[in-house]
Structure formats: structure tokens, C-alpha cells
């Protein structure tokens, strides 16, 4: 079966070099006017002028109308919470009377909270409730996901996490990437056993996650209401062991917090890094480690301090940016939203800010040479906007836009 997308205003194929973009290629969108784009089964065969397309066009094949509108690769959030039971909508009214997310944590609040309700839900709970979060990832064109555990704490829960993940990517549309976080947050059964925590990850559940293949990657939170640089070398040191792709929550709050870590162990990401320093920030860039920004969560938390996105830029990173969707500190599932943070908050422009969101972030997850971009043998993960132009993604904040989302050359949200 094939599918012509035809009378493409602009193709934002992000063509070119087949690896993460730094520097002045997270500029160069690979952009075709008057375009065409065709799909045979899952997989884009061919891009280009319209003009040229044309007589590759067969005579039995769907035909759509793009009406000369914007066509872009699909969004790859890569660092979501997108399983969790409940909400902490009193949290917010609290940080909005003026309390912290420290000082909320250190009442019994924050990550706890969510870990008490997500215990206490079933698995068909947690699957509805993170149906329910990955639709409206896809309303705004989210087509991968990475998602994390993280809300259970102890064994079960954990695994119940993970199991809910796997059935949310075998029914698709959405590619669901797993990740593990049991390094979260101490549980409080452990408040005063936190090597005997530790170790129970390290020794016990990560062996058996990776045994079972339920995660591609094992992220830890290094911060101070979190774990500490010795901790977390010692989860990220076993899940390496394992075969598991590293990631880490670095450098939110204070600096010295875990990304120096990150380019140690050679890590794919270093996740926040709102605190991060320049001599930090060229060890990442000589270990390879990927920047994860996350506006939203600076932004939901009332903060004004944003990740040094131009530093990353000038430095030579490959940067990414991605949702944080949470209940707490980034209740947030809109990628678009993202884009106009990093331009109005953090200096990048729109299509910087695209690429990060797009071919970046599916290199991170070790996606990049099967979505991120619109090269004829990827995966035809694609987006019909609603505007002409590239750049009124990040323009038009918070816009009730409706693309039509096509994951593997079907459509899954109009």
C-alpha cells in the first residue's frame, strides 16, 4: 500500500548528516517547498519537489492533501513520567502560596505523594491513566515516548510500571522507549537504610529488569533530596553491567550534582542541568553525553533559572528537549509548548529548537536512524500542521493545534 502526501507548503525533512546535530546543523532543516512526501507500508520510500514526485505517484495508492501546509518529523519526547496514579494538584496551589518543591518533599509531598497512590493502584489503573497522558502527548504530535518508572519504589509496584509500559508499546500508535528509575526518591520504609536501598537496586532489581528486558535504559535522580553522587555511581555502575543505557537527573538545583558522573560512565544523557557549570558542560561535551532540557519543569516551579541552552550550543552539544511530564514538577505533555519555552526562555531558535525535539532526541534514545527525521527508509513518523511555516510551532504558545499525527504511515490522531 502506498501514500502520497501531496502539495506540501514545507517539508521540514531535517536531512542530513546521520548522526545528532550540533552547532550551526541544528539550523539547517533540510526544508523543500511545494513538496511531496511517499510511503510504502511503514516506511518513506521518497521526498523531494512535487513536481518531481509526480510521476512516481501510482495510480492505486491513498492520496492526501497536505493544502499546502507544514509537514514535520513527529516529536520524540525523550524524558517523561508517564506512568502515575492521582495528581498533586494541592502541591501547586501550595507553591503558588509560596512554598518549594524541597520543602513539600521534606513534609511527606513531592515524589512521596505519588509513590503512596501509585502503590495502591492496580495495573489496569495505571494503564488507563497512562493511555489517558499518552493521547494528549499525541494530540500535540508526540509519536516516541520515553518513559520512566520511578512511582512505585519497592519491587512490585516498580515492575508493575514497567509491565504497564510494555503494554502501552505493544498497542501503540506511539513507540513507548522504558526506562527505569527506581533511584528516585529513598522510600520511607528505608529512610534509614539507604545503602541497604541502594544496594537492593543495584544487586537485585536492575539484574532482574534487564533479565526480562522491561527497560532499554536505567535513569537516578543525583541531587540533594535525592541520591548522591556515590549512589548513583553505584546504580549507574550495575545497570551499565547489565547492558542498560544510562541516563541521569543532573545539576536541577545546585551544581556538582551528577553530571560529571554522567560523562564518567559515559552516559546517553545528562537530564536538567538548570545549575551545570561551563567546566562541566565541555566534560559532557568530551564524553558525548546528550543535554536533556526541560523548560517545563523551571516553568511549573515557578523558577526563572533555565538550563544555559547557548552555552550547550556554542559549546558543540548535541542538545534535546523534552516535556518532563509529571505530576508534580512538570504536569505539562505538550512538545510544542516546549519549543516556545527554549526560544522565549533560553535563546534557541525555532529550529534549533525543533531539532532538539525531533533528530536529537530520537539519537538519545538510540532511535536516530529509524525516526527523527523525514529520510526516505525511516519510519514515516510525520505531522500535516495546521500553519505553513516551521517556525509557528514555538509562535503561537499554547495554541489548541490539532496536527494529523501519522505514526508508521498510518494516521493516529486528526
Known amino acids: 500500500m502506498v501514500l502520497a502526501i501531496v502539495n506540501i507548503g514545507q517539508l521540514v525533512t531535517l536531512a542530513g548528516p546521520h548522526r545528532s546535530r550540533v552547532g550551526k546543523e541544528l539550523r539547517e532543516l533540510g526544508l523543500i517547498p511545494d513538496a511531496a512526501l511517499l510511503v510504502e507500508e511503514d516506511r518513506i520510500t521518497a521526498v523531494g519537489p512535487y513536481a518531481e514526485l509526480r510521476a512516481r505517484i501510482p495510480a492505486e495508492c491513498t492520496v492526501i492533501d497536505a493544502e499546502g501546509r507544514c509537514v514535520t518529523p513527529g516529536f520524540v519526547d525523550a524524558h517523561t513520567h ?107 520504609e528505608f529512610s534509614d537504610r539507604r545503602e541497604e536501598f541502594v544496594r537492593w537496586i543495584a544487586e537485585e532489581l536492575i539484574p532482574e529488569v534487564a533479565e526480562a528486558g522491561l527497560a532499554r535504559c536505567c535513569d537516578v535522580f543525583c541531587d540533594d533530596h535525592a541520591f548522591t553522587v556515590t549512589e548513583a555511581r553505584t546504580v549507574m555502575v550495575a545497570a551499565r553491567s547489565h547492558g542498560l543505557r544510562l541516563r541521569v537527573h543532573a545539576e536541577q538545583f545546585r551544581p556538582g550534582t551528577g553530571a560529571a558522573l554522567a560523562a564518567e560512565l559515559g552516559a546517553r544523557t545528562a537530564d536538567h542541568l538548570e545549575s551545570v557549570t561551563e567546566g562541566t558542560l565541555r566534560l559532557l561535551q568530551g564524553a558525548g553525553v546528550q543535554p536533556v532540557l526541560l523548560p517545563g519543569s523551571v516553568f511549573a516551579l515557578g523558577r526563572t533559572h533555565y538550563p544555559p541552552a547557548r552555552t550547550m550550543v556554542d559549546l558543540g552539544l548535541a542538545i534535546v528537549l523534552a516535556t518532563d511530564f509529571n505530576p508534580g514538577s512538570s504536569p505539562i505533555a505538550s512538545m510544542p509548548f516546549m519549543l516556545s519555552l527554549a526560544c522565549l526562555q533560553m535563546g534557541l531558535s525555532p529550529a534549533e529548537a525543533l531539532i532538539a525535539a525531533t533528530l536529537n532526541a530520537a539519537w538519545s534514545l538510540d532511535l536516530g536512524d529509524r525516526v527523527g527525521s523525514l529520510d526516505a527508509g525511516k519510519q514515516a513518523d510525520f505531522l500535516i500542521h495546521e500553519f505553513t511555516d516551521y517556525r509557528e510551532l514555538a509562535y503561537y504558545i499554547a495554541a489548541p493545534a490539532r496536527p494529523r499525527v501519522f505514526i508508521a504511515g498510518k494516521e493516529a490522531m486528526r
Not at 505519588?114 to 495495573?123: G, I, K, P
Not at 497522558?133 to 514497567?162: C, N, P, V
Request: no cysteine.
Open 82 to 188: 508517564l506512568v502515575f496514579a492521582g495528581n498533586r494538584a494541592l502541591e501547586f496551589e501550595q507553591r503558588i502560596a509560596g512554598a518549594t518543591y524541597q520543602q513539600i518533599a521534606s513534609a511527606g509531598g513531592g515524589i512521596l505523594r505519588t509513590v503512596e497512590l501509585t502503590r495502591a493502584a492496580t495495573e489496569d489503573e495505571l494503564l488507563a491513566a497512562a493511555r489517558q497522558h499518552r493521547d494528549w502527548m499525541l494530540r500535540s504530535g508526540t509519536t516516541t515516548i520515553e518513559a520512566k518508572s520511578g512511582y512505585g519504589l519497592d519491587r512490585e509496584t516498580e515492575l508493575r510500571m514497567l509491565h504497564v509500559l510494555a503494554r502501552l508499546g505493544a498497542e501503540g500508535p506511539a513507540r513507548v522507549v522504558p526506562t527505569l528509575l527506581a533511584a528516585h526518591t529513598v522510600p520511607p
